[in-house]
């Protein structure tokens, strides 16, 4: 509507609002109208019960139906298309209605539209001409038809034609309303007003009344426009026009009355009553006259006052303007300079006697200038009303030396006297610019750091809610930035944590402390715990009030993890060091892992067969231990039978991790149905399976699993199970050294027994026989010599044993001593079989021997050599029985001599041949035969020639021991490289 439209007046935005209360009124009185006729109250339809007075005809308030509607539609700018062609086509209705009217007065026809509408109710009202509006009315009619459809059309001078027609209505409507209220009825009866017309109804009262508000209305609908704005603008002469208008409408009319009321009366005659009117008239123009005056004064001083003040503005802008720092120019339509400050002489360096009537341009750098005068004609042609400023841009300028710099400008404009004139702020924005420059790398590296910080940042509001984190936050606890944004701390702090962080925060809140620091745990998005290092400290503003919190979130859960292992390693040596019993040392690495790093486990310890000689199981659960227990109680526990996981662990011995525990796993595992029932019931979510490693030795396994808790293994996990591994394989390699140790020194007590039983009887030997000999006489003891023979085998014997005991001791410390020479195998052969060869026929065993008569020198000490063959030999022949056969060989293999003492004694067992070599170690220890320690300085001594030295047996067949020997080629040949 006008009222809402920028720039109207105030009388015209009151104007505005009258237009729907015009239309209303109009079709309000249409309505009653016809309501009369369709009830048949004549009272309705005939207001002013007078015989002369006029009649709305039904077609009448059809008229003013259509008319009020269209007014009504038109009451509001700007008008859609749809609303526009609705009002038109009522406007040409109001048009047709009336023009139809016109013709049938005029050309004296019926067109038989006159008794559309209530027809025998108007007959009986009306019986002359019934149902045809005045010719008056149909005049009205056209008239505001034509005016309300050419509402909006305006000539090249200004005029509406629409208010004309409005006019000319109102006119005849105001003559008729005249009429009524003086009782003049040749105003608006068929007395001759319009001698060439036949007869016709007189214009009713309320239908004159009609036709004024809507001549109102489209006066009034357009208050700005046309003949109008005369009346409603904001100058002097609009200001007399409003003040004179009702006075000149109201005094004649008034006067006119009274006049004639007089006359009526009979008070005075034509002359008297013509000379009150005038007077009347006079002096409401006088007193009109004085009131305009005194406004007009009462203007003028106002004026005069503005005036004034727009001198002293004028004076304080001008020296604003000059004083101003910034550059202050002024240009006009063809952008011509036509103001140019200080302030903009010290930034371009131009004064302005020389820069007054330059083009805008100069200022610009060339490329720019084309684009900046399509920016000032743009906005010169667009819709900002005067002294609207622009919008601030960031722009390039010229200095007189030639010299670009940043600018900020602001641009106006404003209309005076029908040309536009710019004003232009501008302001030097280099050190802005600069400092800008500075503060944006400062806000960069400072962004650049938050963002990819390895620890997490975050603002938190005093309300606890985050504003802003960065990606390490976010990686932290698992959320993204969206998610996390509209969460508070407290959302995603552990519940047993959160009462010392607010304690905190109320602390920070109140002053009492700058910032702290603890550690929390946050709850992850997919539930579990992380430990962080949180420091926090309180932003404050200007007036000392808190704004946020900035946040430091270090995520420290590796290092309380480490820090957790490493308490567990270390309490786990001092509990493993308690006992020296195997087994019970795999109890306590079960006690150790559970539930500490499993919810069960599986211990397996490996004999030196690769058999699995204990097993040790342990579960968190009570239900998990029995189902554990029950399996390894009904099911033997062979490390290949476990699937291939565990036995690639124990032939590769590398650890083999599972952090999703694979079903097709038990299924391998399962020995029969029950045994896969058994394991399923076990649940295992997550497993590793780390070999006990000691020494160079693979002593077993251990198997760890996880279930009811959920937790899966990482390559962290199984660092720490290698290493707990690592150190309970050393546990149990200790125990079981310690074990053979004890073993040891009960065997040594054992052979040092028989050594000391073996001495005894030699000595006793030269014992008795020296009492012999001191008891016998002289020549007896000449002619006997068996007691000497006994003392010196006796004393062979012994000297044998100790020379035994201290080669063993010898090579034991590594000092045992060869003289290699290159000595013929033949020769030694014959040599040891010679020695030999009354025991063997004294047990008729057959000995024989060969060796090559001609061949390679082997390099080997003599005596040494003997003392090996004699030690191999005696040994066959001692467990060969009678009929036996013993039988000496050597032959050379590749570079080395070969020598093998072959036997058909019993044969050594399989369990023993691992032990044949070591030191007071006897096959058959409950024959006692010996102190063990002949083919221990065998092996010992061949090892001292650069030899090897292994034995071959079967049970029931009979014992081969081999050694070989470097020939001498070859023994140069080592001797002779480096190292």
């Not at 009537?357 to 399509?374: D, K, T």
Request: charged share 20%; with cysteine.
């Amino acid at each position: 509507m006008l009222e809402e439209r920028p720039g109207a007046t105030h009388i015209q935005q009151v104007l505005g609002r009258w237009v729907p209360v015009t239309s209303t009124l109009a079709i309000l009185v249409a309505c009653l109208d016809l309501l009369g006729w369709w009830w048949g109250l004549v009272g309705i339809v005939r207001v002013i019960p007078l015989p002369s007075s006029g009649i709305m005809m039904p077609n009448t308030a059809v008229g003013l139906l259509l008319s009020g509607a269209s007014l009504w539609l038109n009451r509001a700018q700007p008008l859609n298309s749809q609303r526009r062609r609705l009002s038109h086509a009522l406007a040409m209705g109001v048009v047709l209605l009336g023009g139809l009217n016109l013709v049938e007065y005029i050309f004296a026809v019926d067109l038989g539209i006159d008794l559309l509408l209530f027809k025998e109710t108007v007959q009986s009202v009306v019986p002359h001409l019934p149902g045809r509006p005045a010719p008056i009315t149909a005049l009205c009619f056209c008239l505001l038809g034509l005016a309300l459809r050419l509402l909006d059309v305006e000539t090249r001078r200004g005029h509406r034609p629409a208010q004309f027609f409005a006019l000319i209505a109102g006119g005849f409507a105001s003559l008729a309303l005249l009429g009524y209220a003086y009782l003049v009825e040749a105003l608006f009866t068929s007395e001759r007003l319009i001698s060439s017309l036949p007869f016709f109804t007189p214009i009713a009262v309320h239908t004159a009344f009609a036709f004024l508000m809507l001549s109102l209305g489209i006066l009034f609908a357009r208050p700005d426009r046309g003949v109008m704005r005369w009346v409603t603008g904001d100058d002097a002469g609009s200001f007399m026009a409003r003040r004179l208008l009702p006075a000149a409408i109201l005094v004649p009319a008034v006067g006119g009355g009274l006049r004639i009321l007089g006359e009526r009366l009979g008070l005075y005659g034509t002359a008297v009553g013509v000379a009150i009117f005038v007077v009347i008239t006079t002096l409401s123009l006088l007193l009109l006259i004085v009131w305009n005056a005194a406004a007009l004064q009462r203007i003028d001083v106002r004026r005069r006052e503005l005036e004034q003040g727009y001198r002293l503005s004028e004076a304080r802008l001008s020296a604003i303007v000059s004083s101003a720092a910034d550059a202050i120019i002024s240009v006009d339509e063809q952008q011509r300079i036509t103001l140019f400050n200080e302030g903009a002489e010290r930034i371009f360096g131009y004064s302005t006697r020389e820069i007054l009537g330059q083009p805008l341009e100069i200022l610009l750098p060339a490329r720019l200038r084309e684009i900046h005068g399509q920016h000032i004609r743009n906005f010169a042609a667009g819709p900002q009303t005067a002294r609207q400023m622009g919008e601030r841009l960031p722009i390039s300028c010229l200095r007189r030396s030639g010299k670009e710099f940043p600018a900020e400008a602001s641009i106006s404009k404003i209309a005076v006297g029908g040309r536009q004139l710019f004003t232009i702020i501008l302001r030097d924005n280099t050190e802005n610019r600069r400092a800008g420059e500075v503060l944006r790398e400062s806000e960069e590296r400072f962004r650049t750091a938050y963002e990819n910080a390895p620890i997490g940042m975050a603002l938190v509001g005093v309300d606890g809610l985050f504003l802003n984190v960065n990606r390490s936050l976010c990686e932290i606890v698992g959320y993204s930035e969206e998610e996390i944004l509209s969460k508070t701390f407290q959302d995603i702090t552990y519940t047993e944590d959160l009462e010392e962080d607010l304690a905190n925060v109320r602390r920070l809140l109140q002053g009492d402390i700058r910032s702290y620091q603890l550690e929390k745990r946050y709850i992850h998005k997919k539930g579990h715990l992380v430990t962080c290092l949180l420091t926090v400290s309180l932003v404050h503003d200007s007036r000392g009030q808190p704004l946020y919190f900035i946040s430091q979130v270090q995520d420290i859960s590796e290092r309380k993890r480490l820090e957790q292992d490493w308490r567990f390693l270390a309490d786990v040596g001092p509990q493993l060091a308690v006992s020296l019993d195997p087994q019970a040392t795999l109890a306590t690495v079960a006690r150790l892992v559970v539930p500490a790093l499993a919810d069960w486990c599986v211990i397996d310890l490996l004999d030196d067969e690769g058999r699995v000689a204990a097993v040790e199981g342990a579960a968190a659960s009570v239900e998990k231990q029995r189902i554990l227990q029950e399996m390894l109680t009904r099911y033997s526990h062979d490390p290949a039978r476990h699937g291939h996981i565990v036995a690639k662990v124990l032939r590769t011995r590398e650890s083999a991790l599972l952090p999703e525990f694979p079903q097709t796993v038990l299924n391998e595992a399962a020995e029969d149905e029950g045994h896969l029932v058994l394991l399923r019931q076990l649940q295992p979510v997550s497993c590793m399976v780390v070999p006990l490693l000691a020494r160079g030795h693979t002593l077993g396994a251990l198997i760890l699993a996880t279930s009811e808790s959920g937790r899966r293994y990482d390559a962290r996990s199984l660092m720490l199970a290698e290493e707990l591994a690592r150190r309970a394989a050393l546990a149990v390699e200790n125990a079981r050294l310690f074990k053979m140790s004890e073993q040891a020194t009960r065997t040594r007590d054992e052979v040092l027994r028989i050594v000391a039983h073996d001495l005894r009887t030699p000595l006793q030997a030269i014992s008795l026989s020296a009492q012999t000999l001191l008891r016998r006489l002289p020549a007896e003891s000449l002619t006997d010599t068996r007691p000497l023979d006994t003392i010196q085998k006796a004393v062979s014997r012994s000297t044998r044993l100790i020379q035994d005991l201290l080669d063993v001791a010898r090579m034991e410390a590594g000092r045992i001593s060869v003289e290699s020479h290159p000595e013929k195998a033949a020769p030694l052969i014959k040599e040891v079989l010679e020695l030999h060869r009354a025991l063997a026929e004294a047990k008729s065993i057959q000995l024989t021997g060969s060796a090559p008569e001609e061949g390679a020198l082997i390099l080997a000490d003599r005596d040494r050599l003997i003392q090996i063959l004699s030690n191999l030999v005696g040994n066959a022949l001692k467990f060969t029985p009678e009929g036996g056969q013993v039988t000496l060989r050597v032959e050379r293999v590749g570079d080395t001599m070969r020598f093998s003492v072959g036997d058909t004694g019993p044969g050594i067992p399989a369990e023993s041949l691992p032990h044949i070599f070591e030191p007071f170690w006897q096959a058959r220890a409950s024959r006692k035969e010996g102190a063990g320690l002949g083919l221990a300085i065998v092996k010992g001594l061949v090892e001292s020639h650069d030899g090897q030295v292994w034995v071959e047996s079967k049970p029931g067949v009979g014992s081969t021991f081999f050694f070989t020997l470097p020939i001498v080629s070859t023994a140069k040949e080592h001797a002779a490289r480096p190292g």
